[in-house]
């Protein structure tokens, strides 16, 4: 089945600079979202991306989609120690059978330090 | 409610032994998901229930997992004869419509299993 694949996994940059999460799948998707989450509980839905969009910007995130080259970028800019987290993409796409299924990747960890 | 509700937040059982996972999703909300999550890892599909169609369980890793949805609402995801590789949290979520009408799913903050 196709995968989000994050890129880095782990990442550690001071408070106030850019963090940059890059995103890659192997198949054609219906949309891509991207998730935080904390402590290893619930995930909390940040932003989705169409198939047929480019960009799309939400408060400090900026999002990127190139389906030519099956990739995505989540870039959050003026990043706070409260940002630190686990950050996961998601591919929505077609499974067969008239369903819908997310797939998720194994994230990037993301340490802001103050 | 307000938002997705998982029950319990922790649960340790004895191997061998059943357990019983419930999510009470958003109300309103048609879709409904089982994922499960190893310690540091991605989430593993698991389940997807839609309306009143027949679900998705291709996700599911051995027959002694299954899972139901009441009425619309509520779901339980029940694994018989744990064995320690199923320790992990497992996460429900919900959304509104199918996931083609471009929703965003709501998490509820998982169950944590552990096997011993």
């Known amino acids: 089945s196709q995968q989000g694949e994050e890129d880095p996994q782990a990442l550690s940059i001071q408070e106030g600079e850019n963090a940059t999460m890059n995103c890659s799948y192997k198949?054609?998707?219906?949309?891509l979202q991207w998730y935080r989450q904390n402590s290893g509980r619930g995930l909390v839905h940040l932003i989705l991306?169409?198939?047929?969009?480019r960009e799309k910007h939400s408060g400090r995130l900026r999002v990127t989609l190139d389906t030519s080259k099956k990739s995505s970028s989540l870039l959050i800019t003026a990043s706070r120690a409260a940002d630190t987290a686990s950050y996961f993409c998601?591919?929505?796409?077609?499974?067969?059978?008239?369903?819908?299924?997310?797939?998720f990747g194994k994230g990037t960890k993301l340490s802001v330090i103050p | 409610g307000a938002g997705v509700s998982q029950s319990p937040s922790n649960k340790v059982t004895e191997k061998g032994k059943d357990v019983e996972l419930r999510c009470d999703p958003i109300?309103?909300?048609?879709?409904l998901y089982w994922y499960r999550q190893s310690l540091g890892q991605g989430l593993e599909f698991l389940i997807y229930?839609?309306?009143?169609?027949?679900?998705?369980k291709s996700g599911l890793p051995s027959d002694r997992f299954s899972a139901e949805r009441t009425g619309g609402s509520v779901s339980t995801l029940t694994i018989q004869r744990t064995q320690q590789e199923d320790s992990a949290v497992y996460l429900c979520?919900?959304?509104?419509?199918?996931?083609?009408?471009?929703?965003?799913?709501?998490f509820g903050s998982g169950t944590r299993l552990t096997v011993v």
């Open positions: 198949t054609s998707i219906n949309n």
């Open positions: 229930f839609q309306g009143n169609s027949a679900p998705d």
């Open positions: 979520a919900s959304s509104s419509g199918t996931a083609k009408a471009n929703y965003g799913y709501t």
């Open positions: 109300s309103g909300h048609t879709a």
């Open positions: 991306i169409r198939s047929n969009e």
């Open positions: 998601a591919t929505d796409a077609y499974s067969g059978a008239g369903s819908y299924q997310l797939t």
